[in-house]
Structures are given as C-alpha cells and as structure tokens.
C-alpha cells in the first residue's frame, strides 16, 4: 500500500508540468526520487541483503 505513494506523486508532478507548473512539478517528482531512495535504502538492506 505504503509504494503507491511514489506512483502518485509521480503522476502529480506529470501533470503539473504538463501545464506548464514546471517548478512545482520539478520539486513534486524530486520528492518522488527521494521517495524511492528512501524505500530502496530500507528494502535492499533489510529485505533483499544486499549492501549498498
């Protein structure tokens, strides 16, 4: 459930720079990309084993 944040923001920030919001949509899809380093840290350490 907690992975879908990313898909959302994602497309949140799709569709502002789609019209044209390019600042917000920038800043909304690097939360996406921090989002994911995020969830990958925590996930490949703990749950996949591997060392990053």
């Known amino acids: 459930m ?3 944040l990313p898909f959302l923001t ?3 920030g ?4 789609w019209f044209e919001k ?7 899809l690097a939360l996406t990309v921090g ?3 995020v969830w990958f ?3 490949a350490t ?5 060392s990053l």
């Open 2 to 4: 907690y992975m879908f």
């Open 10 to 12: 994602a497309f949140i």
């Open 14 to 17: 799709l569709v502002l720079v």
């Open 22 to 28: 390019r600042l917000a949509g920038l800043i909304v």
């Open 35 to 37: 989002i994911l380093l």
């Open 41 to 43: 840290q925590f996930h």
């Open 46 to 50: 703990d749950h996949l084993n591997i």
